[in-house]
């Protein structure tokens, strides 16, 4: 089955689908920021900006709690103010741009981007097609990212990485900006400003930062992120790749015997 068959299928997962292929881009973007805590910190906002724009899509009401066991699971994330010690001085310099852009050029790197597609059309899934009710609590959040996580392993094969790794190269080679476009939105640009506030910074207010930092990025039809986006959206239509179909049947039918083995 080629995707383009599967969006037919699927078509009520179509309308998230830039969306998500953003955040997946971005989100390994962040994962490899050369500051110790910061690359976590922001992958994980990342992510969850896209977890909470997903639900607020299909009208579910997502409780923040319920975000970060979407983004951690159990483990707790880093709290912003405690990443400014480490990263108000940090500067990224022409090196550490170039390596930016190499490792998200890596097999490494476009396998995470292509796992966070997968686990966030999931949950696109979940709330098209699964979810009851009007929010999505935290106890309900971790025990869906434990299925997502169990669907997704136990589903034989992957989703194809190559389009997210093409779609980089492609973009990178389409402008000599890139590298250092790439560095400011991993690192929310004004968010190292925000960082270098003498006052607290709270997570809300880095979060807001980062959030409008990517939106702002998208719109530019010409940077790095809309470019690398339109690329590979357009070669995961073209390509046949099966696994997505499969893992989704998959956590359709755990979700469906999960609930149905709670007691009444």
């Known amino acids: 089955m080629t995707t383009t068959a599967l969006v037919a299928r699927r078509d009520y997962l179509n309308a998230q689908r830039r969306l998500i292929i953003a955040r997946a881009i971005a989100g390994s973007v962040a994962g490899i920021i050369p500051v110790p805590f910061l690359d976590d ?128 190269l492609s973009a990178a080679k389409a402008t000599l900006k890139a590298p250092l476009e790439l560095a400011d939105l991993a690192t929310g640009g004004a968010l190292r400003r925000l960082l270098a506030k003498k006052s607290e910074v709270t997570d809300a207010e880095a979060v807001d930062t980062l959030e409008h930092s990517i939106e702002t990025a998208l719109e530019q039809k010409s940077g790095f992120l809309s470019r690398t986006v339109a690329a590979v959206e357009v070669q995961l239509s073209a390509e046949a790749n099966p696994f997505l179909d499969t893992v989704i049947d998959n956590f359709d039918r755990r979700w469906r015997a999960f609930q149905a083995a709670k007691p009444k």
């Open 41 to 168: 910190w922001a992958k994980a906002a990342v992510v969850g900006g896209g977890y909470k724009r997903i639900a607020a899509a299909h009208g579910v009401d997502v409780h923040d709690d319920a975000v970060t066991h979407l983004v951690h699971g159990k483990n707790p994330p880093p709290r912003v103010a405690d990443l400014a010690i480490g990263g108000i001085a940090y500067r990224i310099a022409g090196r550490a741009a170039k390596r930016v852009m190499l490792a998200l050029a890596t097999v490494n790197r476009a396998r995470s981007a292509a796992k966070t597609f997968v686990t966030m059309t999931l949950f696109d899934h979940y709330c098209a097609r699964l979810h009851t009710g009007l929010a999505l609590d935290a106890p309900t959040a971790l025990a869906l990212r434990e299925e997502i996580e169990r669907a997704i392993e136990q589903t034989p094969g992957a989703l194809a990485f190559a389009p997210f790794r093409r779609g980089a």
